[in-house]
């Protein structure tokens, strides 16, 4: 019997080699992870640069507490904030940052009032729990944090009836991950923004799974040509390290001033020291072409190979979502035994999330054998 509490249902697989796309079990067996570790591995598993500067870091000193200077935050900080007016406070998980960004529009704001959407995930602390827009979450817990409204996604007209001098912030994901890879339009980006600025309500982005290059630009925000308040990342920011960061606009910096909030693990020299090489290569403009160029090459691929036998593929770069008629939990055990690695996203979405540094001929092997699974099994058909 596991020691472990059973919170996770596992797959009785065990990896313990990676690099790039390849990773391998304990048994030998070879696959081509196309789960990134759900979005984490970026740059793929190992990755040589990463490595070595993670190798470095650790030699020379590991941990001082934030009560210290640290020209390292200071220098990933100023790289993911690139040319804007913004301000970065580090933690270790994606629900770490929603949950910083929660505390910061409840304070800078005075009010309680939160609006976020249906089948969203944002984390799994009690603030972060509440602001999830599923019920599955919230069972068996009690009381959860007051204040929180969940509208129908992508509603622009719900919002605005919500809407109110009362909101302290509208909390979204440019793309809903965990609920399905749904994505949002343009037009409720551009339109929740601009409602939040006429109300007077802080506009919350959370890039914990879209950022770091995973729909071909730095944040997936950027698509919508928006500027939220505040945005979050996680996953992708250390390629396998814990880390994640809270990035709000400068005139937010006063409310979080010294003692307001903190994280003793927050920005820890390890962390730092493999975000500071993973920013230098996802933001690199030709790196995120190319994987702009890899995700629509592959969604063509997915279209001719399988698009008549599923309702609707979707995602942006290389954030796919293939929707099925059927349990997508059995197309990815199916895609297991063949050597590819896949998720869910609720029910019925086979999820695929590669490492953004793919290559060409292992979306083409991926391609065949999602192929091989949905069509010539007949798994999936509609
Ligand atoms: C994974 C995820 C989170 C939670 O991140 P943790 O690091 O597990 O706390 C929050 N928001 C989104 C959109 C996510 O995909």
Redo the contacts with the bound molecule.
Sequence with gaps: MSDLFPTYAKFPIEIVEGRGTVVKDANGKEYLDFTSG??VCNLGHCHETVLAAVQKQLGQIWHTSNLFESSIQEQVATKLTADADRVVFFCN????A?EAALKLAKKHTGCDEIITFQQS????TIA?MTATGQGKIHDGFGALLPGFTYLPYNDLEALENTISAKTAAVML?VIQ??GGVLPATTAFLVGASELCQKHGALLII?E???GIGRTGKRFAFEHAGIEPDIF?L??GLGNGLPV?AMVGKSELAATFGPGVHGSTFGGNKIAMAAADAVIDIVFDEAFLVDVTEKGAYFQQLLTEKVAANVVEIRGEGLMLGIALESEAGEVVKALQELGLLTLTAGPNVLRILPPLTVTKEELKCAANLIESVLIKQEVGMK
Excluded: L, P, W
Aim: glycine share 18%; no cysteine; proline share 0%.
């Design positions: 759900i979005a998980s994606g629900a770490e929603n995930f944002h984390g799994r972060t994901e991950g965990e959370d914990v799974q879209t979050t996680a996953k994640g």
